[in-house]
């Protein structure tokens, strides 16, 4: 009796709400670090895979674009399977991807293993949140979901700095196979902490309007990715971006005629849900194109190795454990998630426009470090405002299809961002080459010049990319207070005029 006895409050320890938190977010670390990890020490992995810096945007703007084809696979799957076999196979799937990818020799097998492990962890996301939502009573579900966002944000940014560890003392091919350990442990977990609790609301599975998302994804992914390698006015990228456009129309002519999309038409219905979107989208814009510039940047100009840039990064990553503290110490009437997203936009923003004037010959720790401790800020104000702000602009039988169309909207600005940096590397060194007046030069100082010219170029492209991507989190940050001061606070003063008249006529 005493060991039974034991065993059923052990059984129940791992069982609670706390235990399922540290579960989820030890399966969600695979992912989202996963989405940084491989910005650190690219030089390696293009050289072993013998493809250009170019081709390697497809590890990174490619897997986010499959994480955010699995998001929404994520809570139609559960019609068909239990959280705890749902959890534990798309753990399985990644780590699989993680075999593939670690052992992968050619950029084709090796993106075979990212979109395996991006599908996986599309499902691991949103499944983790809903999990939470689920295990958590009322009094406590909005402490853990705000740890819950602070441990996401914190995988993103520990990730260039647990991969630039190991592509160092390791081999960039670890940066895959170390998912292999954090796996293992996640299954054991999930069998220990998660239940086999069946479906509560079973539905379709609308695979014809999955399969026209993804597809409409991927063509925008691949016109937008390939348009200056074939030129954007060739024969191929107008086709595929003409693809793109008949499938994305015919996806909402299909989810308009069928009973439950994946993502229905009723959720831009709210005006504020729609403002949500547009904010979260250009704020993740920012910060993957910002995650994918910085490294770059540090390995160039300051000759940092891979684990030096990560750990650099990292700094940002330890302020954000500040901030769920000092929220805390906030009574509740005084929050206002509208302007804790739009202050958070506001110093993603300022931490890149920081970098505006980063000098390329010299490292500067106030320079350098200092924005990225601002970003930290920023980045966990934003985290801990999207779950409270799907609550308050969506009614409540939308609420958890609201959650994962924001973080497919996050991964897919994600994919524009790398892409955008990218591009903005590409083209603006020629700017900055023809302001450069020629004169009658000798040789050797022709010579010397170029190589001066080169470096000049290259730092002007980033300066003036980090200044770009800056503007843009600005722009979601002025669109969200815009939002709160013309509809939020008028509709709040009015209901609060109301209120008081009622309680007049009651006195």
Do not use: C
């Amino acid at each position: 009796m005493f060991l039974t006895g034991k065993a059923e409050s052990l059984r129940d320890w791992f069982r609670s709400p706390w235990m399922v938190l540290a579960t989820v977010l030890l399966g969600t670390s695979l992912p989202l670090a996963d989405t940084t990890s491989m910005n650190v020490g690219r030089f390696f992995i293009a050289r072993a895979l013998d493809s250009s810096s170019d081709e390697t945007r497809w590890l990174t703007a490619g897997y986010s674009l499959f994480v955010a084809i699995g998001i929404p696979l994520s809570h139609r799957l559960r019609s068909f399977f239990s959280e705890r076999t749902l959890y534990a196979l798309a753990t399985l799937v990644f780590m699989g991807g993680s075999v593939v990818s670690m052992f992968s020799h050619f950029m084709p097998s090796m993106m075979v293993g990212r979109a395996l492990q991006g599908m996986a962890g599309g499902v691991l996301l949103p499944l983790s949140l809903a999990l939470v939502n689920e295990s958590f009573p009322e009094s406590s579900r909005a402490q853990g979901l705000t740890l819950f966002s602070l441990g996401n944000a914190l995988a993103v940014s520990l990730g260039p700095t647990i991969g630039g560890y190991l592509v160092d003392y390791a081999n960039w091919r670890w940066t895959m196979g170390i998912h292999l350990p954090i796996g293992f442990a996640t299954l054991i977990f999930v069998h220990l902490s998660l239940e086999e609790h069946p479906r509560q609301d079973p539905r379709r599975f609308d695979l014809p309007g999955w399969l026209l998302y993804s597809a409409s994804a991927f063509f925008f992914m691949y016109s937008v990715m390939e348009g200056e390698r074939f030129g954007w006015h060739s024969q191929i990228i107008f086709q595929t971006f003409f693809i793109f456009l008949a499938l994305f129309f015919f996806y909402v002519l299909w989810a308009a005629r069928f009973p439950d999309p994946i993502f229905p038409l009723d959720l831009f219905r709210y005006p504020g849900f729609v403002i949500l979107t547009v904010v979260n989208l250009l704020r993740s814009v920012s910060v993957f194109g910002r995650l994918y510039l910085l490294p770059l940047y540090l390995e160039i100009f300051y000759h940092f190795q891979a684990h030096q840039a990560g750990f650099l990064i990292m700094t940002g990553a330890m302020v954000e454990l500040m901030i769920p503290v000092l929220a805390a110490l906030v009574p509740g009437n005084l929050h206002f998630p509208w302007l804790a997203i739009s202050l958070g936009s506001f110093l993603l923003g300022l931490s890149s426009v920081a970098y505006l004037n980063l000098p390329g010959n010299a490292f500067s720790v106030p320079e350098t470090v200092l924005p990225n401790l601002v970003f930290g800020v920023g980045m966990a104000m934003v985290q801990v405002s999207l779950a409270p702000l799907v609550r308050r602009t969506l009614p409540v039988p939308l609420e958890r299809v609201g959650n994962v169309f924001q973080l497919a909207v996050m991964f897919l600005g994600g994919m524009i961002g790398t892409i955008l940096g990218r591009h903005l590397l590409d083209n603006l060194a020629p700017v900055f080459h023809v302001q450069i007046p020629l004169s009658p030069l000798s040789e050797s100082t022709i010579s010397h010049g170029a190589i001066l010219l080169k470096r000049l170029s290259g730092e002007y492209s980033y300066n003036i990319a980090f200044w770009v991507m800056g503007l843009i989190s600005i722009g979601a940050s002025a669109l969200s207070v815009s939002w709160f001061l013309f509809d939020v606070l008028p509709r709040r003063l009015r209901q609060s005029t109301i209120r008081g008249q009622e309680d007049n006529l009651g006195a």
